[in-house]
Each structure stands twice: as structure tokens, then as C-alpha cells.
């Protein structure tokens, strides 16, 4: 039954992907048609693009009442991005370089927005003040980073493929005149998008019942490796196209997006109530490790190689066979 409801998760996972793909594009596209001047929206959905499918699970977590779901899937997500997604992007690449002055301050940035949320719910709770907190933190990310991360998606994005087409659709959307059809489109795909995460966190649910396994680690590892993809896929073809900038400034940004934008926005919702630290706590020393382990790959040799994203994969999977066992 376990194995049938893991499957299960990872086919709604895809939805939500796709039906985010929808919602994007369609509102880009309506925004254009409609000559609205959303020149801070569209760098908004360009910057969350990829955190997309962990955001909406946030929401719909958030509402249903399970937060923890969303805390795991955050945390779990962020480790995955800096040692599961990078390691198997840079394996089968062979080598990325270390470009760009900006990957310099955000690397910092993104190390302590990665801990920031723990810090908060040290005392036990992550509230809606603290909430609002890391929107605000967010906000100031926003502000100081956008433009320039925005010109940089938009000049990159060119070939096809799902999230090539994806990111392209969003700078150079295709005008047909069809507002309507659009229009729908926009809702349809909001539609999927909240039926597709309430039945991620039902399922997710039914998982920790059935397995006598707490929620938190459902979001932990089974998860977020499916709400990562997005991110593999930019990350392997952003490499294919010789612009590591893109992926190191991709892996980082969904970093600081998970831990105070989607963070934050569950937490005002519902706020995150734990009980015991050990699990949050492990999972962000697991977070530290993995990335003080990447800057130390990335920062001695400006470049990231074969064997040290194979150490990476290592690191993800010890991490894992810890968790469960």
C-alpha cells in the first residue's frame, strides 16, 4: 500500500508542476495582452518559478492544518537543492565554474536564510509574527537582488524544453489575442494547482498514518525530492547551455525562496507548533554540513567537479539512510 501511495505522490507532484507551468504562463501572457505594466510581477514569477510546487503546498499544508508538512518539505527541498540537485547536475556535466560576483553575496545570503526559520522556532513555535518576519526578510532580498536576477533569466532562456519553454514563455510570451482562452487557462490551472497540492497533503498524510511515520519526515524526503524537479531540470539545462551563473544563482535563490518567502507564508497562515527539536534541528545540521561542504567544492578551485558532486550525491544519501534508519 506504502509503495502504491509513494507513486500516487509523486504523479500529483507532476500535476502541480505542470498546472504551475499553466499559471505562469497564462498570466504572463494575459498581463501582456491587457498592456499592463507588470514589470515587478513578472520578475516576482520569474524569481518563484521554480518554487512554485513548494509554495502552493505550503498553502494548502497551512490550510489543512499540518504545517509540518511544508517545514519538512522546506528544509528537506533546501538539502536536496545544494547536494541532490547540484550533484547530479554538475555528475553528469562533468565540471561548472564559478562565475559572477552576485554568487558571492548569496552565498551568504542563502546559508543564512537557510537557518534563519530554525533560529525562530527555537522556542518551539514559528508564529505568525515570525512569519512575517521572514516575509520581510524576503522583501528585502527582493528588493536588493531582483533586478539583476531577472535581466539574467530573461537573457538566458532561449531553447526548447519543459522549463526552457517554461521561463521563455514567461519574457517573451507569444501574443495571440485569445484573452479569454487565456483567461481560462489561468484559472484552470490555479484550480489544479490547489486540487492537486490538497491531494498531496492527504496523501502525505495517509503515508505518515499508514507507515507510523511523522508528517514532517514525509516532507522531509519523499517530498521534496518531487517539488525539487523543477529545479534539476533548470539546473541541467541552464549547464548544457554554459551559464553555471544561471545554476548556482537558481540553486541559491531557492534556497532564500523556501525558507522566508514559502516559510513565511505558512506560518501566517497556521503557525508551525513543534514539539520536539530533534527532527527540525538534525535536518538543519544536515543543511550546514551539505553547504559548507559545496561552498568548500566551489570556493578552493572556482569550480565544482565530477568527484565532488558524486561526494554531494553521497551526502544525500547518508543523509536519507539516517533519517529512515
Known amino acids: 500500500m506504502i509503495p502504491g501511495l509513494i507513486l500516487l505522490l509523486f504523479i500529483f507532484v507532476l500535476v502541480l508542476i505542470k498546472s504551475a507551468d499553466m499559471v505562469v504562463i497564462s498570466l504572463r501572457r494575459f498581463s501582456q495582452e491587457t498592456h499592463t505594466k507588470v514589470f515587478v510581477l513578472s520578475a516576482i514569477l520569474l524569481a518563484m518559478a521554480t518554487s512554485f510546487p513548494e509554495l502552493f503546498v505550503g498553502v494548502t499544508s497551512a490550510l489543512e492544518q499540518t504545517p509540518h508538512l511544508s517545514l519538512g518539505n522546506v528544509l528537506g527541498a533546501n538539502i536536496a537543492n545544494i547536494s541532490l540537485v547540484a550533484g547530479i547536475s554538475a555528475f553528469i556535466i562533468g ?18 536564510a537557510g537557518i534563519f526559520p530554525l533560529v525562530l522556532i527555537f522556542d518551539g513555535e514559528l508564529g505568525r509574527v515570525d512569519g512575517l518576519i521572514l516575509l520581510s ?117 531557492s534556497i532564500i525562496a523556501n ?39 566551489t570556493r578552493t578551485k572556482m569550480a565544482l567537479v565530477r568527484w565532488e558532486a558524486g561526494v554531494l550525491l553521497l551526502l544525500y544519501v547518508a543523509f536519507v539512510v539516517v533519517e529512515f534508519f
Not at 565554474?97 to 552565498?107: C, D, P, Q, S
Not at 505558512?266 to 559548507?292: D, Q, R, W
Request: glycine share 6%; aromatic share 12%.
Open 259 to 297: 525558507s522566508t518567502l514559502i516559510l513565511g507564508v505558512t506560518a501566517t497562515i497556521y503557525p508551525i507548533t513543534i514539539t520536539s527539536l530533534k527532527e527540525p534541528m538534525f535536518a538543519g545540521i544536515a543543511f550546514v554540513i551539505v553547504y559548507l561542504v559545496f561552498w568548500l567544492f
Open 137 to 253: 526578510v524576503y522583501g528585502a532580498y527582493m528588493a536588493s537582488f531582483f533586478k539583476e536576477r531577472f535581466m539574467q533569466i530573461a537573457h538566458h532562456h532561449r531553447k526548447e524544453g519543459y522549463i526552457h519553454r517554461f521561463m521563455r514563455n514567461l519574457t517573451h510570451p507569444k501574443i495571440d489575442g485569445h484573452k479569454a482562452r487565456d483567461l481560462a487557462r489561468l484559472f484552470i490551472g490555479l484550480a489544479l494547482l490547489l486540487f492537486s497540492a490538497d491531494v498531496i497533503v492527504k496523501i502525505a498524510k495517509e503515508i505518515a498514518s499508514t507507515s507510523n511515520m511523522p508528517i514532517f519526515l514525509v516532507g522531509l524526503v519523499l517530498l521534496s525530492v518531487g517539488t525539487t524537479l523543477p529545479e534539476l531540470a533548470f539546473s541541467i539545462r541552464s549547464l548544457e547551455d554554459k551559464e553555471p551563473t544561471m545554476f548556482f544563482g537558481n540553486l541559491l535563490g
Open 95 to 112: 565540471k561548472v565554474n564559478v562565475h559572477g560576483e552576485f554568487i558571492k553575496r548569496e552565498v551568504l545570503v542563502a546559508l543564512v
